[in-house]
DNA sequence: GGGTTGAACAGAG
DNA sequence: TTCCACTCTGTTCAACCC
């Protein structure tokens, strides 16, 4: 019934998947009642199919309360239905229904031994991160109010008062709440909204604009918090525990200053939510959006007391299906619930994601700043009107593949792996990849590697082709380290407009990442496969996030910083980074000092492009590139510069196999099988049932 | 047994 | 008229290699 896709894991959010073993039914009660704790489920819709469409339209978005959520489904129903795209959909819906239904199984197999097993685990867990709670820090999250539809308001006064969306007839990125109050949302299809609001007025995005205006609010958030942590053009977090001591006054009375200075910086408006952590901020802008702030004190009781009846949904890192399965198979709704069946949570889940729900249930979130991450992907993909025309398909590939390398340029980057993503008429997404020996970054190269995995697929009709590159060089390049350092010195020396995508971290993620890794686990402890039980201890960390940057933090003040200076020849803050560039390759770097200079202030040495000084992030990147650049002709000039690609051996030869024998299952069985029955076997079992 | 690779998928903005 | 985007990060697992 399902491809083999849908064998894989259950996949998704920081922790969901893995090991569903039994639980709780028992937990609420006696053991007839867990048996019929089966929850309404999938109930059938009968005459109203549209009440369990939910592709599109969902209450979580601000500013959408008062909207008749029935009427919105109705349209939205009517217009999808017996397109490709909503037959995909139903196929993704019966296989988490499957999903569902399957966990319930594994749940009613829980024995009264094993439940008790885990409460005791569950119990311990719980304890230890009560203990870790960190409530000294003051966090304020700030978050634009329908930002891309503001700035394109404020450059038209004339739109205030209509309802406006931002994007295209084929996807909306924002609406403002005019058009909200009609069920008009970002990721919704502009030809649904229309339905919707026949007055609606569309706006191509200008991301110039938004960037600009970005800028503008980050000058802003630098003043209260030099390591602020942008996570989107129109989100920050800062930490506002310093600033709060210092002028002796409340997270309250800085999140209206910091309101008030965006709005006379920008003419926008925004919403803010202070929190002990920045998961609680985060969910607290939200309260009182628009143009609001929602203040939740530094106390264990008041969190507590906040979280407890908070639906699961508005924490960051639980979607769509990840609360489907929370509520239908475990019942829980709200982060109280979530708490009371910690036991089956552990029972079920894979330590890590265990851990999330736990911790989440708590209201515990991230506290330090975490230290600077690099960039582990890039991508570009483009939709088109389906086709299996194959000149047309490797048409499109040369142009992404053109795309990819002129943006991997400007960062300077070179990578090993690329991934083919294609998406056919039917809706269907797959990923191809391939390794290749050397790291990679002109447009042929990637077209080479990405002609090889297309021509593995054809004959396709496709609809979306993508390029993605990772495994970049520069963990393997101290040169490339030695500019991570730099940027992290620069942008918590607090000298900077430059608070740049590359040091944007999502929120969520960092709350998993940095945090965990701080307080509880080094990375490897998070990525492994291992079960929640007994013989997992907590590990310390060699290092935390917290740690790392208050090293940065030293460094960086140790060092001169000249950027301020308006010299007839600026170098760039880069070049000046002995210490740290000398370390590795002295006389190579020493050389790029010499290499490029700024004439007249602006003009690059190498190439004459003109960079006024302002454009400090846009001069950063490219003095990296010409180091880059450098560095990487030596590197080929001394060796192989052919850059072979061979296909993975493994996947040559599992290639081989599933052709032999296309219907041959995954071998499966997780090595914890006595205990735990991974979701992949799990269902392997079911197909074959079925 | 540990590390790597490839694939699928969740989630966020 | 138009008929469901794009980019990035992260988790999980099987299979394979050394």
Redesign the pocket.
């Known amino acids: 019934m399902y491809?083999?896709?849908?064998l894989?894991?259950?996949?998704?959010?920081?922790?969901?998947?893995?090991?569903y073993n039994l639980s709780s039914l028992f937990l609420a009660g006696d053991e007839k009642k867990g048996k019929t704790f089966v929850m309404d489920s999938i109930s059938d819709e009968g005459d109203q199919p549209w009440q369990s469409y939910h592709?599109?339209f969902t209450n979580a978005k601000a500013g959408m309360d008062g909207v008749d959520k029935e009427k919105v489904q109705k349209i939205?129903y009517e217009?999808?239905k017996g397109?490709?795209?909503?037959v995909n959909?139903q196929r993704?819906d019966a296989?988490?229904k499957q999903k569902i239904e399957s966990l319930r199984v594994q749940c009613a197999k829980l024995t009264e031994n094993d439940i008790f097993h885990f409460q005791k685990i569950a119990d311990r867990r719980i304890s230890e991160l009560e203990a870790s709670r960190d409530l000294s820090q003051i966090w304020l999250h700030s978050d634009m109010d329908a930002f891309y539809a503001a700035v394109e308001t404020l450059g038209n006064p004339q739109l205030k008062e209509m309802p406006l969306a931002v994007g295209s007839?084929?996807?909306i990125?924002t609406a403002n709440y005019e058009a909200r109050k009609y069920g008009v949302r970002?990721?919704?299809?502009g030809?649904?909204a229309?339905k919707l609001c026949p007055d609606l007025i569309f706006v191509p995005t200008n991301f110039e604009k938004y960037t600009y205006y970005s800028e503008l609010t980050r000058k802003v958030f630098q003043k209260y918090d030099p390591c602020f942590i942008a996570?989107?053009?129109?989100?920050a977090y800062i930490n506002i525990t310093k600033i709060c001591l210092k002028r002796g006054v409340s997270g309250d009375k800085i999140a209206e200053e910091l309101r008030s200075a965006i709005y006379e910086e920008t003419g926008l408006t925004s919403s803010a939510g202070v929190a002990p952590n920045r998961l609680l901020a985060?969910v607290c802008s939200d309260i009182n959006k628009p143009n609001g702030q929602y203040i939740l004190p530094n106390d264990q009781k008041a969190v507590m007391a906040f979280i407890m009846s908070l639906p699961i949904r508005k924490?960051?890192?639980?979607?769509?299906?990840?609360?489907n399965i929370l509520k239908d198979v475990f019942g829980i709704n709200n982060c109280e619930q979530m708490l009371q069946k910690s036991p089956l949570l552990c029972a079920m889940?894979?330590?890590?994601?265990a851990d999330f729900f736990l911790s989440v249930s708590l209201g515990l979130g991230g506290t330090n700043t975490p230290q600077f991450?690099?960039?582990?992907?890039?991508?570009?993909?483009?939709?088109f009107?389906a086709t299996d025309k194959e000149s047309l398909l490797f048409q499109n590939l040369e142009e992404l593949a053109e795309?990819l390398s002129d943006?991997m340029q400007k960062e300077s980057l070179y990578g090993?792996?690329l991934?083919l993503k294609l998406?056919t008429a039917t809706?269907?997404?797959?990923?191809?990849?391939?390794?290749t020996t050397k790291y990679i970054q002109s447009k042929d190269d990637i077209l080479n590697s990405a002609v090889k995995?297309l021509k593995a697929e054809l004959p396709l009709s496709l609809?979306?082709m993508?390029l993605?590159m990772?495994?970049f060089q520069d963990n393997n390049r101290a040169s490339l380290d030695t500019r991570q350092k730099t940027l992290t010195n620069y942008f918590c020396s607090g000298n900077s407009t430059a608070h740049s995508t590359t040091s944007e971290?999502?929120?969520?993620?960092v709350m998993?990442?940095s945090e965990y890794d701080g307080i509880f686990f080094s990375n490897?402890i998070?990525?492994?496969?291992i079960p929640y039980d007994d013989s997992n201890e907590p590990r310390e960390t060699s290092m935390n996030s917290a740690e790392a940057c208050t090293n940065q933090k030293k460094e960086s003040s140790e060092k001169p910083n000249n950027l301020n200076e308006t010299n007839e020849v600026q170098t760039s803050p880069l070049l000046m980074s002995d210490d740290t560039t000398t370390s590795t390759a002295p006389s190579k770097l020493k050389e790029q000092k010499e290499l490029l200079v700024w004439v007249n202030d602006y003009i690059c040495s190498i190439c004459e492009i003109q960079l006024p000084p302002s454009f400090t992030r846009e001069r950063q990147e490219h003095v990296d590139y010409h180091i880059a650049e450098r560095l990487q002709n030596e590197e080929f000039k001394g060796g192989n510069s052919t850059h072979s690609i061979c296909?993975?051996?493994?996947?040559e030869?599992?290639?081989r196999?599933v052709e032999e024998n296309p219907l041959k299952?995954?071998?499966?069985?997780?090595?914890n099988s006595n205990n735990y029955i991974?979701?992949?076997?799990f269902f392997v079992k079911t197909s074959k049932n079925n």
Not at 8 to 19: D, E, F, K
Not at 83 to 86: A, E, G, I, Q, R
């Open positions: 491809p083999n896709t849908a894989s894991g259950l996949s998704g959010n920081p922790q969901m998947m893995v090991l592709t599109v939205v217009m999808s397109s490709k795209f909503f959909e993704k296989y988490i007839m084929s996807m990125c970002a990721a919704m299809p030809f649904i229309r996570t989107s053009l129109d989100e985060k924490i960051g890192g639980i979607g769509k299906v990840t609360e889940f894979s330590h890590s994601s991450r690099s960039r582990k992907s890039m991508s570009n993909e483009r939709t009107s795309s943006d090993r792996t991934t998406k809706f269907e997404v797959r990923t191809r990849a391939l390794s995995l609809r979306l993508g993605r990772s495994q971290i999502h929120d969520d993620k998993v990442d490897d998070f990525n492994s496969h296909l993975d051996r493994s996947r030869s599992r290639k196999r299952k995954r071998k499966s069985l997780s090595k991974p979701i992949d076997s």
